[in-house]
């Protein structure tokens, strides 16, 4: 239980740091900016992301958010993830999509350790 507990918060806080660091990147940096405009988004769109990453990142680090809400951080990051690495691939080469795969792989690994030391009552019936 231990290791389990020692394997999350280092996911977790290597995801988070990564969100929180992307956000703050989106919402100030002008080469940014031009990596979106080259994907093909629209500039709006790294604003909105942005705010999107570092909210998600303060509700995954807090520890007295309710478990839901941390579900659909989780569930928010996934997507950006995939889609990121589906952007990166689609427009540029394999070597810029590994940092939003590497993020994805701490977004799995953090899940998997939430949900073992945070056992679900209604899954395993015990109300």
Sequence with gaps: MKRDKIIYWVTTGLLTLSLALAGCSYLVSQKAAEAFIHLGFPGYFLKELGVAKIICALVLILPLVRATLKGWAYTGAFIVFVSAIIAHLSIDSTKTALQPLFALCLCILSVF???????????????
């Design 113 to 127: 350790f939430h949900q073992r030391i945070n056992p679900d009552p209604f899954r395993s019936g015990n109300l």
